[in-house]
C-alpha cells in the first residue's frame, strides 16, 4: 500500500483478554516504531526494530507487552491479560533508514499510520 | 531528565499572531531534527525537518542551534487551521543506528 496500514481501527476487549495489533509498513522501509498514546497525553514510545538487528525493547511498560516483526515487514504487538490502563491509540510508524549513513546529513522521516484505539472494559 | 522536552503549552493566540514554539534535546550527537504536526485524534504527520542553516516554508520558520541543543519552530500570520500539537522530533543512536525521538508536543489554539 501507499502508507502505513494499522488493524483494527478500533478494538474493544475485556480485561484480562489478550489483543493483537497489527502494523504493515510502507514497503520497503527499514525502521518500524510502535507508539501508545493516552487521551490528551503525549506519544510514549513501546518499540523500535531496524532491519535484523535486535530490537530496541526500552519503552515497553511491562512484560505483558511484546511485539514480533515477521520477515522485515509486517510488526504484531501483543499485549496479555489486558488492564484498563493499556487503554489508549497504539501508533505505528515506519522510516527509510540507511546504514552508514554520513554524520550530519538529514535523515528520512517517519510516517505513521491511523492507530488503534484500544479501549479495555 | 527526558532526550526532548517541549512547553506542553496549550498556547492561545488570536489569529494573525505570530507564536514560537522551543524544544531542547540532551543528546549531543543527535544528527536530525524535525518539527511534526498532530491534529486532535489523528496521527503525527510530518510539518518540516530542521536544518543547520535554519529553513523557512511559508509561514513556518525552523531554526536549530547545535551548541545550545535547541530547536524552534515560528508561525507567522496564525490561522485557525494551525490549531494543533506540535511535535519536536530528534534522532538518537540506538544499536548503531538513529532512532527518533519525539517530544510530548505543545498544544496551539488559535481564535478568531
Known amino acids: 500500500g501507499a502508507g502505513v496500514s494499522q488493524s483494527p481501527s478500533n478494538k474493544v476487549t475485556e480485561k484480562g483478554k489478550d489483543v493483537e495489533l497489527r502494523c504493515d509498513p510502507i514497503?520497503?522501509?527499514?525502521?518500524l516504531y510502535w507508539y501508545r498514546q493516552s487521551l490528551g497525553q503525549g506519544l510514549e514510545f513501546l518499540i523500535y526494530?531496524?532491519?535484523?538487528?535486535?530490537?530496541?525493547k526500552s519503552g515497553l511498560p511491562s512484560d505483558r507487552f511484546s511485539a514480533e516483526r515477521t520477515g522485515g515487514s509486517v510488526s504484531t504487538l501483543t499485549i496479555q491479560r489486558t488492564q484498563q490502563e493499556d487503554s489508549a491509540v497504539y501508533l505505528c510508524?515506519?522510516?527509510?533508514?540507511?546504514?552508514?549513513?554520513?554524520?550530519?546529513?538529514?535523515?528520512?522521516?517517519?510516517?505513521f499510520g491511523q492507530g488503534t484505539r484500544l479501549t479495555v472494559v | 531528565r527526558k532526550e526532548v522536552e517541549q512547553d506542553p503549552g496549550p498556547f492561545n493566540v488570536p489569529e494573525g499572531a505570530t507564536v514560537a514554539f522551543n524544544c531542547t534535546y540532551s543528546?549531543?550527537?543527535?544528527?536530525?531534527f524535525f518539527w511534526y504536526r498532530q491534529d486532535c485524534r489523528k496521527e503525527p504527520k510530518l510539518l518540516m525537518s530542521?536544518?543547520?542553516s535554519g529553513n523557512e516554508d511559508g509561514r513556518f520558520t525552523a531554526q536549530l542551534n547545535r551548541a545550545s541543543q535547541y530547536i524552534s519552530l515560528l508561525i507567522r500570520d496564525s490561522k485557525l487551521s494551525d490549531s494543533a500539537t506540535y511535535l519536536c522530533?530528534?534522532?538518537?543512536?540506538?544499536?548503531?543506528?538513529?532512532?527518533?525521538?519525539f517530544g510530548a508536543g505543545t498544544r496551539l489554539a488559535v481564535h478568531p
Open positions: 510508524a515506519s522510516s527509510l533508514v540507511l546504514g552508514g549513513h554520513p554524520p550530519g546529513a538529514s535523515l528520512p522521516s517517519a510516517f
Open positions: 514497503s520497503g522501509h527499514t525502521a
Open positions: 526494530f531496524q532491519g535484523n538487528s535486535a530490537p530496541d
Open positions: 543528546n549531543s550527537a543527535s544528527q536530525s
Open positions: 530542521v536544518y543547520s
Open positions: 522530533v530528534v534522532t538518537s543512536l540506538s544499536g548503531g543506528y538513529n532512532k527518533l525521538i
